[in-house]
Every structure is written in structure tokens, then in C-alpha cells.
């Protein structure tokens, strides 16, 4: 199987501990499915900077490809983080060359060759969906987003759209209904120390957590999805891939950094 996460990258600079690590939704991604068993692509923008060299090497490191990725003048994205009892805690965020990211005919038609995109809010290419869907499928990221001003158009095109929430109750299950009669096959809640829940339009689906030693909570979302993703494309069921992306995130909690 071939996945490809297209847009956000960046340096998650630890400002207390002095460390920096590479990050960033659709980074994260592309390393954890590559990971997990998948071949991986990474596509989006970086600055011609230490940073940008730094991710494309921690890419190009964990065999990942980043043969389209756009290197551009400038300055890579960076965020500033404080960890508060392994809770991570973002202070600061410098968008960087990533604003300029724009999809190319030749980036086009490489996506096509990949059996699932994955992206988020922060991808920068929403318009792009509808191009996208026609050719393969997609994997969306709303994170906490839950009055994204794209979400209808967005759901209208995506194969899986997953989101982030507190707990289940009545607000979050009414809301995962509503967003399926979109189309998506499958549509997720993670609840964070709460498990997760999904949706496919007839079934419910629940996913309780194993207690692991915390360390850094950063990327548990993102793994999870790769997780999901990765046991989706294996042809797992929707209960299993819940688990995988459980399995998935407790071992990225356990160690400092994203990847």
C-alpha cells in the first residue's frame, strides 16, 4: 500500500528542555506509516534553512520520499511548545514558507499514484479536495476544529474524516451522525484519555485505552490516525483499526517528540 500526507511541517521547538523535533500533522504521518508497514510520501513545503534540512533529512532518514517536496526561500515552520506533567502546551507558531505552499500539475499527478491522502486543517490545499477525491482516497484531520469553515465541503470528499473531542456524550455522537450523512465511509471521535469512538452510519464502534508511562502526549492524534489508516488499507475492520490506532499512540505518548 501507498499513502502520502500532503501539507504541514514543522520544528517543534521544546523551549524549556532546549530540544527541538521535527513535527507537524502530515510529517507525522507519513513516519508513522511508513512505520507501521506502508510505503510513505511526504509533500509540502519547507524553507532553505537548517530547519528545512532537518526535516527533509529525519524524512528521508525514517524512508520516507520527499522527491516533490517544495523547498522555497525563506524560513521553515516552526512551534514553540512547553510540556506542563507530559501535556503538551503550544505557545507559539511561525507559519513560515508553508503559506506559500501551492499544488502543482506535476504534484497532481503524483498523488494519483497513491491508494490514500492524508491532510489536515492545516494542509493547505481544502480547495484541492474535490481534484484529489476523484483519483484516490482521503483521510482528513479536523483535530478540535469542530466549526471548520470548510467541514461541509471537506466532508463532502473525504473517505475518513477524523476529529478530537473531551469525552462521549450526546453533543459529540450527534455531531459524528450529522457529519456521515456527508458521505465519508467512516467518521471518528479520538476522546483523548477517554478512548474513541466511531461511526459508519449503522454501527457505533469504541475504543477504551491501556495505561502506558506518559512522557509527551505530542503526535498521539496523528499516530492514531496512521494507525487507523494503515489497518483501513489492510482491509481490517472498523473495531480493529480503532485498536491499531490505540496501539499506535501508546507507543508515541511513551517518548519525547512527535517521531
Known sequence: MRVIAIGDNCID???????????????????????????????????????????????????????????????????????????????????????????????????????LVH?????????????????TKICYDFGNKLEYNNLNMILDCVDYAFFSYMREDDFIRDYLEQAKTHGPKCVVATLGSNGSIAYDGVNWYRQGIRKVEVVDTIGAGDSFIAGFSVAVLSGNSIQECLDAGARKAEETIMHFGSV
Do not use: W
Not at 537548517?50 to 532518514?61: A, P
Not at 500539475?105 to 503524483?110: I, R
Not at 491532510?119 to 483519483?135: E, F, L, Q, R
Open 13 to 115: 521547538d521544546y523551549i524549556h528542555q532546549g530540544q527541538k523535533y521535527v513535527g507537524g500533522c502530515s510529517v507525522n504521518f507519513s513516519i508513522y506509516a511508513k512505520q507501521l508497514g506502508a510505503e510513505s510520501a511526504y509533500l509540502g513545503a519547507v524553507g532553505r534553512d537548517k530547519n528545512g534540512t532537518l526535516i527533509l533529512d529525519t524524512l528521508k532518514d525514517r524512508g520516507v520520499e520527499v522527491g516533490h517536496v517544495h523547498i522555497l526561500d525563506g524560513k521553515t515552520a516552526v512551534t514553540e511548545v512547553a510540556l506542563v506533567d507530559g501535556d503538551r502546551n503550544f505557545l507559539g507558531y511561525e507559519e513560515g514558507v508553508l503559506q506559500e505552499f501551492v499544488l502543482t500539475d506535476e504534484d497532481f499527478a503524483y498523488i494519483e499514484q497513491f491508494d
Open 119 to 135: 491532510t489536515s486543517v492545516y494542509g493547505k490545499i481544502d480547495k484541492n479536495m474535490p481534484k484529489i477525491a476523484d483519483k
